[in-house]
Each structure stands twice: as structure tokens, then as C-alpha cells.
């Protein structure tokens, strides 16, 4: 069902996404996040850290898949991945890239690096959950979002204050935007018992500084579809 939910995002409503979103809708587990081996389809669960919650944050901001520089990211890390005659660019190690850096494009390069330096802080956050180390989760967010900010160049003006307002925040382990970017939501990592004060300032901090307001919601993960009795 994953597969056939992406098959009809990439041939139908012309996006080439994933199967991230599918997969997790499918298999996602109570309190845990699910790593997705994208190659073999295999997952394993990962309990959040404990006294955690999820906080998504809505900037009011709203994207358009097709019409925005998605599909034009996907043809720039093909790119990489031809010069570098790989199935994919988690066939590559960053000291490789690095190695290489000069006969690239910049453009080329820092899609690139975004996507193979991503590939580690997933695994590193995995480790940081099996560890139930929520400050190490929390920092590999929020260099997420710098590489998303800086290298992909995915994320916007909203975004970027939202995490800003987000990491000012008592309670707050880390931020970053979420989604293919260009605006829509950003999310965060906060102390449970700290989430109504940190929901209540950063919505006056980011209305403050854009005049928008956003819309947050305190999450906690649950299971995926399944049959209801």
C-alpha cells in the first residue's frame, strides 16, 4: 500500500517523493520513530526519549510540491550521484565527497553534502534514542535544519524564525523545519512538562516578528493505520 501511495505521488500528481511518509503511515509504532532503509524497505522502531514530546509547528505558510524547486533537488543530487557512478548518494562517505569537492559544482556539492550528512545524523539519532539521550537528538535536529537552511536551501524566511523562537525556549531539545520546506511546519523536541509555556511563547515570539499566527499542536507518536473495532 506504501508503494502504491508514492507510485501514484510520482506518476500521477507528477512529484518525486519518497517513501517516508507512505512507509511510517503503514508500520509507525507507539512512542517510537521508525528508521526507514529506503533501498530494502526495512524499518526498526526507536523509542523517543521518556518526558519527551513532539511539538509541530504550523508558520502559515503553505508550499507547492510541484510548482517549487523539489523535483529540481532530486535532478541536482542525480547529478552527484552519476559523477560519482553510485546507485545513490547514500553510497557515499563524506571524506569521499570531500575528496572530490573541487571537480564538483558548488551547487552540486552542497546538495550533496546535505544528503550524505543527513544520512549520518539519522543513524546518529537512532543511537541517540536506543540511548534515550534526548540533548543529542536535540542537537542533530537542529543541525538539520542549518544543512536544510544552508546546503538543500529548503527552508524560508518562516521556518527559519519559527525554529529561532523554538530554540529560545526553556524545555526545548532541538528544532527544525520538517516536510520537502519552502514553508508549512517546522518541529520540535520539547520537555513534556515544559510544552504549554514553550507552545504559548513561541507562538507570541513568531507573531510578534512575522505577524502571522501559528498554529501548534503538542503530539505524541502513535501507531499507524490500522483496523478499528
Known amino acids: 500500500m506504501a508503494l502504491l501511495g508514492q507510485k501514484t505521488e510520482n506518476q500521477w500528481v507528477g512529484v518525486n517523493s519518497g517513501i517516508m511518509d507512505q512507509l511510517i503511515s503503514a508500520v509507525g509504532e507507539k512512542d517510537h520513530a521508525v528508521l526507514i532503509d529506503c533501498r530494502s524497505l526495512e524499518t526498526q522502531s526507536f523509542p523517543l526519549p521518556k518526558d519527551t514530546v513532539v511539538v ?6 503553505r508550499r507547492g510540491l510541484v510548482d517549487s524547486a523539489y523535483n529540481e533537488r532530486r535532478s541536482q543530487c542525480e547529478e552527484a550521484v552519476k559523477f560519482f557512478g553510485v546507485r545513490a548518494l547514500r553510497d557515499v562517505s563524506l571524506s569521499q ?4 569537492a573541487k571537480e564538483l559544482s558548488e551547487l552540486t556539492y ?13 543513524l546518529e539519532a537512532a543511537e541517540a ?6 540533548l543529542l537528538l536535540g542537537g542533530l535536529m537542529n543541525a538539520s535544519h542549518e544543512s536544510l537552511r ?3 536551501e529548503v527552508s524560508s524566511d518562516a521556518l527559519n524564525v519559527i525554529v529561532e523562537c523554538a530554540l529560545g525556549q ?3 531539545y532541538g528544532a527544525r523545519m520538517t516536510g520537502a520546506g519552502f514553508g508549512g511546519c517546522a518541529v520540535a523536541l520539547v520537555e513534556a512538562d515544559k ?7 513561541v507562538s507570541q515570539g513568531y507573531q510578534s516578528k512575522t505577524n502571522k499566527e501559528p498554529q501548534i ?4 507518536a502513535v501507531e499507524g493505520a490500522s483496523t478499528v473495532s
Not at 97 to 100: G, I
Not at 195 to 201: L, N, Q, S, T, W
Not at 217 to 220: D, P, S
Open 170 to 172: 526553556d524545555g526545548c
Open 195 to 201: 510544552a504549554e509555556a514553550f507552545v504559548k511563547a
Open 217 to 220: 499542536y503538542v503530539c505524541q
Open 150 to 152: 544552508d546546503d538543500f
Open 129 to 134: 534514542m536506543k540511548k534515550g539521550d534526548a
Open 56 to 61: 509541530i509547528m504550523d508558520t502559515g505558510t
Open 110 to 122: 552542497k546538495r550533496a553534502k546535505h544528503v550524505i550528512s543527513e544520512n549520518e545524523r539519522t
Open 97 to 100: 565527497l570531500e575528496a572530490r
